[in-house]
């Protein structure tokens, strides 16, 4: 038995534990991938998704000695090409494996240490904020999906980019409340807890709208073998987006506007629907 392998094996078995039990909804994007890209994709999600839980979740810890650790964990795993941190050694792994690149770290580990402040975001900011919480998680994708060619990956860049900010900006619009009051956060630049109505919502909503359209466009240049996931990714958060636009700025502010479990299984199956009959 060649151990070393297992040990890779186990610890890409652990992203993908980590990925079913914190996000129902990423986890049945994944499934509609096919299987060859799942370990790599796992892997990004948890070692994004353990960065997330050290500034949002440790409160009665030093977050910032937290981050710092994992920060030169994370640099030493790449580097070695190993890590007894499973998560660690599960990211390095797709890192080396898909040549993905160390700049999309080093902004998403930046973006993670923003959220260690209480703060209003300026359009500055913001925009450095989005980029490395996650537009560079979908450029991270992007290189798994396309697979050591370049020329699909910059083509596809832009709406990778785009996607990813239209996933983050309606987390910040259904989390508004939540974000303010447990956090100290108002992400969106220039606007204010107190001052959230409907017409600074529809502010937001076109931005929104912007992004999806942008990204539009890049899902369904794809390659096959992932077009079908993240278009259903795609597709969950434009009707999560779509349900939020319906709620008045109040309801926003009253409740955690979401998709029950039995629309997202629907999702699911009408993406599948679709794609099998070959209209994606």
């Known amino acids: 038995m060649d151990h070393e392998q297992l040990f890779t094996d186990t610890s890409l078995a652990c992203s993908q534990l980590i990925t079913r039990s914190y996000s129902t909804s990423f986890s049945l994007g994944i499934r509609t991938l096919d299987k060859a890209l799942h370990p790599a994709i796992y892997a990004v999600y948890g ?52 040549q993905i690149d160390h700049e999309f770290i080093d902004a998403f580990l930046r973006s993670m240490e923003m959220d260690l402040e209480d703060r209003n975001y ?59 009051e447990q956090r100290g956060r108002v992400y969106f630049p220039g606007l204010r807890y107190e001052q959230f109505d409907d017409a600074a919502k529809r502010a937001v909503e076109a931005d929104i709208e912007a992004d999806f359209e942008a990204a539009r466009v890049g899902i369904e240049q794809l390659p096959a073998s992932a077009r079908m996931g993240v278009h259903l990714a795609y597709i969950y958060y434009l009707k999560l987006f779509q349900k939020l636009r319906r709620a008045p700025a109040t309801q926003v502010l009253a409740e955690r506007v979401r998709l029950p479990d039995n629309r997202k299984l629907l999702l699911l199956a009408g993406s599948w629907l679709r794609f099998r009959l070959g209209a994606g």
């Open 122 to 180: 300026r359009q500055e900011n913001y925009e450095q904020y989005i980029y490395g919480s996650a537009e560079v998680v979908g450029l991270m994708c992007l290189r798994v999906f396309c697979q050591g060619r370049p020329d699909e990956f910059e083509r596809l860049r832009e709406p990778a980019r785009r996607l990813g900010a239209a996933f983050q900006k309606v987390n910040f619009l259904r989390d508004f409340r939540a974000d303010y």
């Open 47 to 98: 070692f994004v998704r353990w960065a997330d839980e050290i500034v949002d979740t440790f409160h009665d810890r030093d977050k910032a000695a937290l981050l710092r650790q994992f920060e030169a964990d994370t640099y030493a795993a790449l580097a070695a090409g190993f890590s007894l941190n499973p998560v660690l050694h599960a990211f390095q792994w797709a890192v080396n494996a898909y």
